[in-house]
């Protein structure tokens, strides 16, 4: 096993210098806060340049990055067809804010990519992708009420950043407390948050405020607080809840989004949403994101229905570029078996080393270090501390060998097309040395 990408000796000045220069400039000198380092007791990297599988930081360290800008760059970076494709769009305009063949070609592209999808509104990030869907939800029902999960992450939508105990089920007014402050509590009581995998707390749920409901919205595969796989009997269940109460199921499909295969992974569970909200991949490492759904519940978004949603850089032809690009080559024969088959030698080489709790969940590309022994979670509330310390106490180890991993243990490292075995196994050796220093 090869151990190290970096070079010998490891300096950050560079990095500690401009973290110290961007927290007089930018709240806590990131952009968005899981970049700040915090969990894993440090201070963050700077990226210089990245290519494939390779990221350079500001100080010359190299690393193998597993993060992947937290998961659009599925070809790895800088891919030469999609860099290609877009400086060809970049010189015929960086932004038209009019209409352009692009957008069609992508709207068609997922429409056909997700059956039962009739038509695609195209915007600029997951999160307003969400807040798209849940406004088309209440627009399309008449009514206010959100069912989210706990821990679930949908972006930084108001009413999607709140918690609820499953004490609130059975209270007579649904509410939530918000987890962000700047949230008013009339925003945060339009959100009822349950724990996943549990029906029965739905279906108690439901009627009592079921007429009140206008959307659930779920990752059907969760994957942004650890990786909790759900059954497909509980995704059932939700269609049915829905069906029954005309409530509305949002597949919030922003990471899994053409990350397992061509479409989504509600196809792949025999389970079709009302709509689907998409980003990260359909970008190719640009701002896009988009909602889908069927053409009824579609055309209720202005300029046909009375459902508000515009953007100066919807449809930004550049970032439009990308996505395409990324898509064309999803499409072909070699980028899925490639991933599977990282992601079953990732699982064979953990195995290897003997050490019981270097383990994780994974689903095709997608995998969480999930330290500890015994059942891996499929709900929040069950995540092991253990698990949680380890991680975060291997970190900076793991970093110095020259593997970059999302800095947090209840984020998921997602591989890439850039990826080689080699690469693999680097990583489970610096994980096994790391290993050694903890309890
Ligand atoms: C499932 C899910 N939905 C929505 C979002 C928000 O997307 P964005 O960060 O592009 O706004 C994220 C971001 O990580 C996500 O994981």
């Not at 937290?70 to 010189?91: C, M, N, T």
């Not at 997922?110 to 600029?124: Q, Y």
């Not at 406004?135 to 706990?150: C, D, P, Y």
């Not at 649904?174 to 008013?184: D, K």
């Amino acid at each position: 096993m090869s151990s190290t990408n970096s070079p010998k000796t490891w300096q950050r000045s560079r990095s500690d210098a401009l973290y110290d220069q961007a927290c007089a400039l930018i709240p806590g000198g990131v952009n968005s806060p899981v970049r700040a380092f915090k969990s894993v007791h440090g201070r963050p990297i700077y990226f210089a340049s990245a290519q494939g599988a390779n990221v350079t930081d500001a100080d010359g360290n190299e690393y193998i990055d597993f993060c992947n800008s937290w998961g659009p760059l599925i070809l790895g970076h800088a891919d030469a067809d999609v860099v290609r494709s877009v400086q060809e769009s970049a010189v015929r305009g960086l932004s038209y804010g009019a209409c352009h063949v692009g957008e069609v070609r992508m709207a068609k592209a997922l429409v056909d990519a997700f059956p039962g999808m009739e038509m695609a509104r195209l915007v600029s990030s997951g999160t307003e992708a969400v807040m798209t869907a849940l406004r088309l939800s209440r627009g399309a029902t008449g009514r206010s009420l959100i069912v989210k999960f706990e821990g679930g992450y949908h972006g930084h939508v108001d009413a999607l950043l709140v918690k609820a105990g499953s004490g609130l089920i059975t209270a007579a007014e649904p509410g939530a407390e918000a987890s962000s402050a700047g949230i008013p509590k009339e925003i945060a009581h339009t959100t009822v948050a349950v724990p996943l995998g549990n029906l029965d707390q739905l279906r108690e749920l439901f009627a009592l405020h079921g007429e009140r409901i206008a959307a659930i919205i779920i990752e059907p595969l969760p994957a942004n607080n650890g990786l909790l796989v759900q059954s497909k009997a509980f995704l059932q269940g939700l269609r049915q809840l829905c069906d029954q109460y005309d409530s509305l199921l949002i597949f919030d499909e922003v990471i899994s989004g053409f990350r397992l295969h061509y479409g989504g992974f509600g196809h792949l569970m025999g389970v079709r949403p009302d709509l689907i909200t998409l980003g990260k991949i359909i970008g190719g490492g640009m701002p896009v994101g988009a909602v889908v759904g069927p053409k009824k519940i579609m055309e209720l978004l202005a300029p046909v229905g009375p459902v508000y949603q515009a953007g100066t850089l919807s449809g930004n032809p550049v970032g439009i570029a990308a996505g395409l690009e990324t898509l064309c080559k999803l499409a072909g024969p070699k980028v899925y078996p490639h991933l599977e088959a990282l992601g079953q030698h990732l699982e064979t080489r953990l195995q290897q080393t003997g050490i019981p709790w270097l383990r994780g969940r994974r689903i095709g590309s997608i995998f969480w270090p999930y330290f500890d022994v015994g059942e891996i979670p499929t709900d929040a509330a069950s995540i092991s501390p253990v698990a949680v310390r380890r991680f975060n106490a291997m970190y900076q180890q793991v970093l110095q060998a020259g593997y970059y991993l999302p800095p947090s243990a209840y984020e998921v490292l997602f591989l890439s097309y850039a990826h080689q075995r080699e690469h693999i196994d680097g990583l489970v050796q610096a994980l096994a040395n790391a290993a050694q220093g903890v309890d």
